[in-house]
Structures are given as C-alpha cells and as structure tokens.
C-alpha cells in the first residue's frame, strides 16, 4: 500500500504542533474550554473566546462585572488545561472595551497563543515589556489585508522592539464579522487566495532585515482536508477553521445553536449588517429579518462592552443577540456561520472530525502527485490519456 504522508507540522516559533489547524475563536461562548480541550488533545490549537461581554448570562447574573468575567476566562483556561496538555489559545477582540484586561489574564494563565482580531492591535499591554516572564506566549494578530499586516509589523517593530510570532489571514468566506467592506466581500481581488499572496509577500519584505520567518495561517472558508492542502500549497504553514468545529458534540454552544447549521441550506447564509458597523455572516432566521423590517427596538444600553457598537442606530444589541443564540434561543438572536455551515450534515466528535479531515488530506495529496506525475509523463514521453482525464 502507497504510504500516504500525513499532516506537516506548524511551528509557532518554538511551539512545535502535530496538526497544523488552528481552531478559529468563537464568541458569544460558541469556543470555550470544552471545544478547545478537544482540539488541543488532537494536536492543534484549542481557542477559548474572551468574547464574555458585558451583560450576558454566560455563568447566571454574575457575569455582569468586569472582574466576574476575568474570573470565568480564567477558570475556563484552567479547566482545558486539566483536560489536556495541548497548546490553547485566547482570542481577544480589540473592539472590547476591556481588551486589555482579558489580554492579562491570558498572559497571567500562560496560554500559548492570544489571537487578536476584530481591530488593529496596535497597543500592546505594558507587563509585555517583561520579555522573559512572557516569553511562552505567542501573539498572533488577526488580518483581513496586508496593509493591516504591514502596519502591525512596523508599529510593533518601533513601539515594542518586536514581530508578531505568526499572523491569521482570514478572508471574506469566513464566518462572524468581517474585515471587509460589503461591496468587497464576492470581488475575487479579494479572496483568501490573494490575500494570503500579498500578506507572504508583506511579511517577507517587512522581516527580512530581522531575518525573522513567521508562519502565515490561512483562515476563512476552509472545511475538507483538500482545502487544507491547497492553502498549504499557496504557502500557509496552517489553516485555522472554526464553522466545522461548531457541529461537533465538544462545541461549546447549544444544540439548537448546531442544529441551525444542520437544517441551513446554501441561501440560509447571509451577509448582515451588524450594529458594530461591520458587515458579518450568519444563518438567515426571523430574529434578523425582524431585525432588518425594522421591528426590533433600538435600547438604550448601560453596558458599553464594544468601543464601536453604536447605540443610538443598534436595532438589538449583539451581546445579548449572540448570547441567547449560544443558549439555544434562536427568537431571541442568531447564529454567526462561515459560508460552508450549509455543509454540515451531522455532529460528531472533534477526533473523528480530525480523522476525516487527515484522511481527506491524504487523498487530496495523493491526488495532487499523481496528476504531476502524469504529467510529467505526458511531457517526457509519448502516451495516450485515458479518456476524461485524470481529475
Ligand atoms: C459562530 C462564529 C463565531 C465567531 N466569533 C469570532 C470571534 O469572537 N472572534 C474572532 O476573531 N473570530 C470569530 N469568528 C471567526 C472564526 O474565528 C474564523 O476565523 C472563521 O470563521 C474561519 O472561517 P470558517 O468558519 O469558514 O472556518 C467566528 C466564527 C463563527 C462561525
């Protein structure tokens, strides 16, 4: 039997993981520590969000202050450290309001990789300038351009004497808010293929008098083990994925939240526009289209968790929106869902999912080299192709 190779490693810098695929964050609560314990365990990056914003009922009533909320991140991070030895990671946004405060505690916790998203992460917290003490973790910004990641190279570079230790690149098929304008999100110029081109160009131009080499992960519309492989032969060291992870029995959110996945056909999958001013995909329910006739109210919100929601135009509030969601309580919100949610089919174990995504894999580089090898042969000698081809 032909011995089929199986997945690369990523390296992080000295943070060395057998499966090269970052479990993407998912707020409200879709990705906390019992998602990402399950993740880790298989090798990859297991990703908790620090999405407990202000207001929801993630652990009852008590969630409501700033120091309730740092206690839950906290007792989540240790929770999935006493379910593996895996690699976990945060995902902060840089909206929040409280950034700084979830970026300490995770630094506090030792957790490997913080990922930075929703924002240029331009300030970094000043405990980082104790180097050593922080040395373990690596800082990952999220990027939807790669003049996002040129300007988070040359600041970090001048302000903080560092590099990022890897970058997201998370294209317009990815679910959650977005990083592009609407009008970008179906323009090829603008899909993950070039962005992830023009970023390993950026960053190679940007590093290469520090000599320093990050790792470039691919985000955003990925889902079989063939779409792995053919970002990893675009150049990504990684892929990071989160809408099939939510169709798994360790998904952090309710049953309902996955079912909305399993009952979605392909015009179920929505752009909206979210009161943060962003742009965002989600599967299309009643809550939004209530939302979107105009029937919902705009509140008056004593909370003030994004620094960009605007409130006074908000038509719901999108902490509360996505928090019932995660509760199962769809007339009360929505679930965020990357373009591929249509394709979920059933729930399973995040280990079998990572068996079927390493068994695609190898096929799909299975595939790949024996089209080469044909045409290597077509090109050297003089045969006659079967018919159809070899596709
Ligand atoms: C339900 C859901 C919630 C998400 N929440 C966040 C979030 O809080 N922060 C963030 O940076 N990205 C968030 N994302 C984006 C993912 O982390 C990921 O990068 C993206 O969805 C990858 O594309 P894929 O879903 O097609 O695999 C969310 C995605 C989904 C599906």
Known sequence: MYNLPHFPKLNIGDLELSLPIIQGGMGVGVSLSSLASAVAEEGGVGVISAAIINGVES????TKSLKARLEFLR?????????TDGAIGVNILVALTDYEDYFRVSLEEGVECIFLGAGLPLKLPEMLADRGAFAHTKLIPIVSSARAARLIIKTWAKKYLRVPD???VEGPLAGGHLGFKPEQIDDPAFDLEHLLADVLRVAK?????SGARIPIIAAGGIYSGGDIDRFMELGAAGVQM??????????????????????????????????LGLPGRAVENEFLRSAERGERAPRN?????MKSCDQRSARYCIAEALENARLGKLDEGFTFAGSNAYRADTIISVAELVRTLSSEYRLAVFRRMLVAYWERLKAGRRIIEPQGGLT
């Open 59 to 62: 652990v009852g009533s008590s």
């Open 75 to 83: 007792q989540e991070i240790r929770r999935s450290r006493r379910l």
């Open 166 to 168: 890897a970058f997201v």
């Open 205 to 209: 131009e940007e590093l290469v008098d």
């Open 242 to 275: 989160a809408t099939r992870f939510v169709t798994t029995y360790e998904c952090d959110a309710s049953l309902r939240f996955k079912l909305a996945y399993l009952e979605a056909g392909p015009e179920d999958i929505v752009i909206i526009k979210s009161p």
């Open 301 to 305: 919100c004593p909370w003030k968790c």
